[in-house]
């Protein structure tokens, strides 16, 4: 198989516990290069345990999971080395300035960035006049686009995005998407979780729906609408007679709200 057909994400059969609790069932799913991946299900379903797993931040109860042909259970270094993961605002020292946080990160990787290299990587979230501000002066979109910098500096083949775009607003948005685009551009991969179902339908290629732990359906969401339009559940919960991917997860999962 050559690499341009190897997924660059597998998961198979993925369990996840937390003590008596089963918080992942089975999850099976792959993600190919040129693939943005959405993960999505109502609060609790399972997909930051999902994605922790992958980051390999928790030991499954079973399955497997690789990363670029990496066993992340087995060869966690390789496996680590070719994923990024875009971390909470919380995990930067808010007292070192932009410049040096993505100093400090390229440092992790053993990359050596200079004054002019930072410069550009600034430029391209437009934010050069801030290399000097504090990371805890930044918005909570500019923290966003800095931690996506992070995430992808040293040009990992699988980027993993935990809901990147809640509370931003929708010129932050754009722009975040426009960057998760330019992932897919380069023949790279992004998994992320989303309870924007507009996010879903703009930006990602195929998703899985995951509820109490497992998957219950995946496609792309063109197909995921088609094939449920003309399920009663789903008619009966869409709006203005058209129906919607949010129509489809509602009438898939129901429309009790979650413990
Ligand atoms: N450390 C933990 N200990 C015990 N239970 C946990 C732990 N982490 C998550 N859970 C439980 O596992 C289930 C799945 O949680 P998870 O965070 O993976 O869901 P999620 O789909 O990401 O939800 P949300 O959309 O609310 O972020 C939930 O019932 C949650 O309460």
Known sequence: MSDQQRPILEVDQLS??????????????????????????????????????????????????SVAGYSVLEQPRHAKANMGVQLQS????????????????????????????????????NLQDSAGKRFGQLSGGQQQRVSL??????????????????????????????????????????????????????????????DHGQVIAIDTPEALIAAHRHDPDVISVSRKGKITLEDVFIGLTGRAVRS
Not at 21 to 35: D, I
Not at 93 to 120: C, D, H, K, M, P
Request: with cysteine.
């Open 90 to 125: 919380t995990s930067f020292q808010a007292e070192l300035n932009v410049s040096e946080i993505i100093r400090l990160f390229a440092g992790i990787y053993g990359l050596e960035l200079t004054a002019e290299q930072v410069q550009e990587k600034l430029k391209e979230i």
């Open 16 to 65: 996840v516990t937390y003590g008596p609790f089963h918080a992942v069932k089975n999850v099976s799913f792959t993600v190919q290069p040129g693939e943005i991946f959405g993960l999505l299900g109502p609060n609790g379903a399972g997909k930051t345990s999902t994605l922790s797993a992958v980051e390999g931040l928790l030991k499954p109860q079973g399955g497997r999971i």
């Open 149 to 210: 910098v992070i995430s992808t500096i040293h040009d990992p083949k699988l980027v993993l995005l935990d809901e990147p775009t809640t509370g931003l607003d929708p010129q932050s948005r754009r722009q975040l998407w426009d960057r998760i685009e330019a992932i897919r551009a380069k023949g790279h991969a992004v998994l992320l979780t989303t309870h924007s179902m507009e996010e879903a339908e703009a930006v990602c290629d195929r998703i899985a729906i995951i």
